[in-house]
């Protein structure tokens, strides 16, 4: 059995009576791990999965909605996007990647356990609390396109809000379109014709947090 260090002693002893404890060989250990070089702790959790019952909105909520993820990275930089710049929930529907993939936990930093996505049952779902949300909130609902028919130049993106992003390779759905108030794109450029989700999500998380600090 390889030698542990104190720090993951200090866990153990702190931890353990609370915990179930298993000790495995080196090489049955790395057989578990999906890193190359992995820490020498590995901790195992019952997930949390919270509903749209356990979110406490503020009077002026700022709701991001991903159409169908695809991509376990991009998911994961736009929680830690998200995170920074005061998004209140991010809610996932369609079928799409796990946000609790190894990967979208790595990318997100962390963040994911701060800005836990919720997943949607069904569109149905969503246009009840929509509804809901117009009534207490009078939120807007903003969807994202590349080909949108307004510029994020000439629209100021202020919180009650709800922003939709969708599929990386086919954008956000009919039924998605329906409810939004407006489709928004970001101007671009040179001979680029889109961005990467994650960094247009960034953009637009940016631009809405901007407005909400200057008190626009």
């Known amino acids: 059995m390889e030698k542990i260090s104190s720090w993951a002693q200090d866990i153990i002893d702190q931890y353990g009576n609370r915990s179930k404890i298993i000790q495995m060989s080196g090489g049955l250990y790395r057989k578990l791990c999906d890193r190359a070089e992995p820490s020498e702790m590995l901790v195992t959790a019952r997930i949390q999965k919270p509903g749209l019952d356990d979110l406490a909105l503020k009077e002026k909520p700022f709701i991001l909605i991903l159409d169908r993820p695809s991509d376990a990275g991009n998911l994961g930089s736009i929680i830690r996007s998200a995170n920074a710049f005061g998004v209140d929930a991010v809610l996932c529907i369609g079928h799409g990647v796990d946000p609790w993939d190894p990967k979208t936990i790595r990318a997100s930093l962390g963040n994911i356990f701060f800005k836990i996505p919720i997943q949607l049952e069904s ?41 939709i992003l969708g599929n990386e390779a086919k954008g956000i759905s009919l039924s998605f379109k329906v409810l939004c108030d407006g489709i928004i794109s970001i101007p671009l450029s040179g001979e680029v ?24």
């Open 123 to 163: 569109m149905h779902e969503l246009e009840n609390y929509v509804e809901q949300l117009k009534i207490h909130h009078n939120i807007k609902i903003w969807g994202t396109d590349s080909k949108g028919s307004k510029s994020l130049n000439s629209v100021s993106l202020e919180r009650p809000l709800m922003l």
């Open 193 to 216: 014709n889109s961005l990467n989700i994650a960094s247009a999500a960034s953009i637009f998380m940016w631009d809405v947090q901007k407005n909400y600090l200057s008190g626009s």
